[in-house]
């Protein structure tokens, strides 16, 4: 990433944090010394990793809930899964079907955590005895909407047969003029929203709650 563009992020970052700036700065700053391997890898616009703020306090929710695997649907160079395997008792599962992301991830994973070069519509959510699945940007443009319903529908699908109470995390799910990124809220309509972290106008964490009872 050249100069120019990081200083163009960065400052279309405070704009967009500015609900919160003073304590997502303060988070960035903390978190980026203390895990420097995984943090400074921009691929704008395919690659925006979540923020340091929104980070913390999913892993504040996933130990309140007392969440035991936790599946990060597009985990990027992997500073979420770093974060959650440290602050969390969770077993850590990411994927990412970039390749260059994917390397760094897997380079720099914890030994708990386990990262796979796979497309997240390809997952077989059988397989994984997850209760909670974050979602953080892929699958953000017009032709990948059929592919996003698929994904979100193969988690309900599962977890239905199985009973389970499960939990979906949705980082940034408005519109994002910036990157073509379209309003994926809809899918998540008329479900049971436990919380939002708000820290600018389309920087938001949604965390959702599913009882199978409820389908």
Same mark, same amino acid.
């Given at each position: 990433?050249?100069?120019?563009?990081?200083?163009?992020?960065?400052?279309?970052?405070?704009?967009?944090?500015?609900? %919160?700036?003073?304590?997502?700065?303060?988070?960035?700053?903390?978190?980026?010394?203390?895990?420097?391997?995984?943090?400074?890898?921009?691929?704008?616009?395919?690659?925006?990793?979540?923020?340091?703020?929104?980070?913390?306090?999913?892993?504040?929710?996933?130990? %309140? %809930?007392?969440?035991?695997?936790?599946?990060?649907?597009?985990?990027?160079?992997?500073?979420?899964?770093?974060?959650?395997?440290?602050?969390?008792?969770?077993?850590?599962?990411?994927?990412?079907?970039?390749?260059?992301?994917?390397?760094?991830?897997?380079?720099?994973?914890?030994?708990?955590?386990?990262?796979?070069?796979?497309?997240?519509?390809?997952?077989?959510? %059988?397989?994984?005895?997850?209760?909670?699945?974050?979602?953080?940007?892929?699958?953000?443009?017009?032709?990948?909407?059929?592919?996003?319903?698929?994904?979100?529908?193969?988690?309900?699908?599962?977890?239905?047969?199985?009973?389970?109470?499960?939990?979906?995390?949705?980082?940034?799910?408005?519109?994002?003029?910036?990157?073509?990124?379209?309003?994926?809220?809809?899918?998540?309509?008329?479900?049971?929203?436990?919380?939002?972290?708000?820290?600018?106008?389309?920087?938001?964490?949604?965390?959702?709650?599913?009882?199978?009872?409820?389908?």
């Amino acid at each position: 990433m050249h100069l120019l563009d990081i200083i163009k992020h960065s400052l279309e970052s405070c704009f967009l944090f500015r609900n %919160k700036l003073f304590k997502t700065i303060l988070y960035e700053i903390f978190y980026r010394y203390k895990y420097p391997k995984s943090n400074h890898f921009f691929k704008p616009p395919d690659n925006y990793p979540a923020a340091y703020y929104f980070i913390y306090k999913i892993s504040k929710f996933i130990n %309140k %809930k007392k969440i035991s695997a936790i599946v990060d649907l597009g985990c990027g160079s992997g500073r979420l899964t770093n974060f959650l395997s440290d602050q969390t008792e969770a077993k850590i599962y990411g994927y990412e079907i970039d390749n260059e992301s994917y390397q760094i991830a897997k380079e720099n994973k914890n030994h708990d955590v386990k990262i796979f070069n796979t497309n997240i519509v390809d997952i077989d959510f %059988k397989s994984l005895e997850a209760e909670c699945f974050i979602f953080n940007g892929p699958l953000y443009r017009s032709e990948h909407r059929s592919d996003f319903e698929k994904l979100i529908n193969s988690i309900h699908d599962c977890k239905k047969k199985l009973s389970k109470k499960y939990y979906i995390i949705g980082i940034n799910l408005d519109e994002d003029k910036r990157h073509n990124a379209e309003d994926r809220n809809y899918i998540f309509n008329n479900k049971n929203l436990l919380k939002i972290v708000v820290a600018g106008p389309n920087k938001k964490v949604k965390f959702f709650e599913y009882d199978p009872k409820d389908f």
